[in-house]
């Protein structure tokens, strides 16, 4: 058996499902006590970047146990390692090279937020930004709802034709690009904001009345690509964790306004113990932090499937 796992091992539609299903399983465990996931660890070089590290794992009948780490230096490439171990009886199980991981964890946790926030009728999804993160998102939706179409903006147009066209050859959905960000959330049951802005790049009266939004960029004081009001517009603001949010190097994005005493728990909302969407009227909101434990966790189920 191959031990080692990189990018062009983890292709396919059937990924995602992997994927999603695992992290359903992880946020259940962490709703009932039984996942281990600290915020992450940075480890700095001076005039370099950071080290960093996201550690955890579930408990149980079939524990996990491992870590990823990825680097923050100047260079053309980037890779990071995930590695896990079956914690009841010391075995590596193996271990992934790449990024691709890191975006599929990522997409997925989007789309366990889209399965149990979102109108279920929900078929429309508008995209904001092109980039890896913009793309397992969408794949993530569209393996949670029957999506029939999807517009996707970003800047460059360039790169948003190019999204548009290899993400209609992947999932087999029209997909189409925007020429603004209006045009592209407008009347979207979901909303996909992957961007790099530090800055918002789209407000309450952008959306439609009960859309659902994912917020995976920057989520700081400093930075951030939400506008506050549609945190005030929202009946529900979730997050994947709040120790996350609190361990910010600069305060989290809703620090300050008001809202961030409603943040609720994803995993308190799958569980039951929290109130998700009642009527598709309401405007439901996600702040994806990036639980750690999530990577390992899916990680293992990947390793499983094949």
């Known amino acids: 058996m191959t031990i080692i796992l990189k990018d062009e091992d983890l292709v396919g539609s059937s990924v995602m499902k992997v994927a999603i299903d695992a992290v359903e399983g992880a946020f259940l465990a962490r709703a009932h006590g039984k996942a281990v996931s600290p915020p992450r ?6 005039g370099i970047g950071d080290l960093v590290f996201t550690v955890g794992g579930i408990l149980g009948e079939r524990p996990l146990a491992g870590f990823r780490v990825y680097e923050t230096f100047d260079g053309s490439e980037h890779s990071q390692i995930v590695a ?5 009886d010391a075995r590596l199980k193996r271990i992934i090279l790449g990024e691709r991981l890191g975006a599929i964890r990522t997409g997925a946790i989007g789309g366990l937020a889209i399965r149990h926030l979102s109108s279920p009728e929900a078929n429309i999804v ?6 890896l993160q913009a793309r397992t998102q969408l794949a993530a939706a569209a393996a949670v709802r029957e999506i029939t179409v999807a517009r996707v903006y970003s800047r460059n147009e360039i790169n948003r034709a190019v999204f548009a066209r290899e993400m209609q050859l992947e999932l ?3 997909i189409r690009p925007a020429e603004s960000v209006r045009e592209a959330v407008s009347d979207a049951d979901i909303v996909i904001c992957a961007t790099s802005s530090n800055q918002p790049v789209v407000t309450a009266s952008d959306l439609r009345f009960g859309a659902h939004i994912n917020t995976i960029g920057p989520k700081t004081l400093k930075a ?4 506050l009001d549609i945190a005030d517009a929202a009946k529900i603001i979730a997050t994947d964790s709040s120790e996350q949010t609190r361990s910010y ?3 989290f994005f809703l620090t300050g306004s008001g809202n961030e005493q409603r943040v609720v728990e994803l995993s308190d909302i799958i569980a039951g113990t929290a ?5 598709a009227a309401e405007t439901t909101l996600f702040c994806s932090a990036g ?3 999530t990577e390992v966790v899916v990680a293992s189920a990947i390793f499983d499937s094949l």
């Open 41 to 46: 660890h940075h480890v700095s070089f001076p």
């Open 249 to 251: 190097a600069s305060p």
């Open 172 to 174: 087999g959905i029209d």
């Open 126 to 131: 508008g995209v904001l930004g092109s980039g």
């Open 291 to 293: 639980l750690a434990g």
């Open 84 to 88: 896990v171990w079956s914690a009841d």
């Open 224 to 227: 951030y690509e939400l506008g």
């Open 275 to 279: 109130l998700g969407r009642t009527s």
